[in-house]
């Protein structure tokens, strides 16, 4: 990291919206003239409880921000004060723009929420963020990420109620239960109130800006949460363990092993992902005499691997049949946060 310049601010905070120059800019020079982690209030015309969509928090993924900057730019007003969080600013706008989760230096943005311990700018900006947000008494929160994998478009709850699974079936019915604690800002709020995070695909794709901006506008124009009953069905994955390359060993994806890598991960291991796979499905080839070069901990951290995989003549499979998720198809990617989950389904709601 670059020394912090000291003309610029830790965050930013826009408590009457956007300038009207910022709204009608494109993304990138929005994101030039706020630099840091920004907060903005769209205030209401009403006095319904505010509402909060958060974006960017990872810097490589831009259909939250593209989204919101598209419904910001309506000027529209709503019945609640709308804020919106717009997370790791340095980062997406590190060259080439929009291509790192997080700088060398940084913490990953995602992971530094209701810590109580602001060691860094980083945090400080988080904590200021957060402070605003717990006292503004949010009826809700939407996280808005991309995958760096192929998925259906999905919903992250980690709470079993009501008004939660109405949150996120607003965007979708394909949900997964999240229950790692790993200070994400969903669960920094998830005891003030409902909170979800919501992964649009790949960033970059028509169909990915789409699905946000709907869900958006569904989110925006619903009425106050229900919490008495579910409104609509779902699918819920949950008991998620978390799967990882070990540190030392080399991989890649795609291609034949040789001298350059350990491990050659399946190329399209990804288009697996939310589907149940049987006892023997393959992720990759190994390095004989390299062992289990993939390791995997549940949400305690215990290592679970001897569980779920076994190297089967230089190949590493799983051996019950499972469902993976998450499953990216960048190196740096899974080196950063992780190759993929394995989730299990969870029984269907009571409606
Ligand atoms: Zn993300």
């Not at 300038?19 to 907060?39: N, S």
């Not at 593209?66 to 309506?74: D, E, K």
């Not at 999240?178 to 794709?205: F, K, Q, Y």
């Not at 992720?283 to 001897?306: C, E, F, K, Q, S």
Request: charged share 25%.
């Amino acid at each position: 990291m670059p020394p912090a310049d000291p003309a610029q601010p830790i965050h930013r905070w826009y408590p009457d919206g956007l300038p009207d120059e910022l709204l009608d800019t494109d993304e990138r020079t929005l994101l030039r003239a706020l630099g840091c982690p920004t907060l903005i209030r769209v205030p209401g015309v009403g006095t319904d409880p505010p509402r909060a969509i958060a974006t960017l928090l990872h810097g490589d993924e831009s259909t939250g921000l593209q989204a919101v900057h598209r419904i910001l730019r309506r000027r529209r007003s709503y019945s609640f004060d709308l804020y919106v969080v717009i997370g790791n600013v340095q980062a997406a706008l590190a060259p080439p723009g929009f291509a790192h989760r997080y700088l060398d230096g940084q913490e990953d943005m995602n992971r530094i929420w209701g810590m109580h311990d602001p060691t860094t700018e980083q945090r400080q900006a988080a904590d200021a963020i957060l402070a605003h947000l717990i006292a503004a008494q949010p009826e809700s929160l939407v996280d808005v990420h991309n995958n760096t994998g192929d998925n259906p478009f999905y919903a992250i709850v980690t709470q079993d109620r009501a008004e939660v699974f109405n949150l996120a079936t607003l965007f979708t019915t394909t949900l997964l239960r999240w229950d790692l604690l790993v200070n994400t800002l969903m669960e920094a709020l998830h005891d003030t109130c409902p909170s979800i995070a919501v992964e649009c695909g790949l960033p970059g794709r028509p169909e990915s800006l789409a699905f946000a901006v709907d869900g958006m506008r569904r989110y925006l124009g619903a009425p106050p949460l229900r919490t008495d009953a579910q409104a609509r069905d779902h699918d819920l994955l949950g008991e998620l363990r978390k799967v990882t390359v070990v540190p030392e060993v080399r991989f890649r994806f795609g291609g034949e092993l040789d001298d350059e890598v350990d491990l050659v991960l399946s190329a399209d291991g990804d288009v697996h992902n939310f589907d149940e796979v049987p006892a023997g499905h393959v992720l990759g080839r190994v390095r004989p005499g390299i062992g289990m070069p993939v390791r995997i901990h549940d949400a305690d951290g215990v290592d679970v691997t001897d569980a779920h995989l076994a190297v089967v003549d230089d190949q590493v499979v799983l051996t019950e049949r499972s469902t993976p998720v998450m499953m990216t198809r960048t190196v740096a990617a899974a080196r950063q946060d992780c190759l993929f989950y394995l989730a299990s389904s969870l029984p269907p709601p009571e409606l």
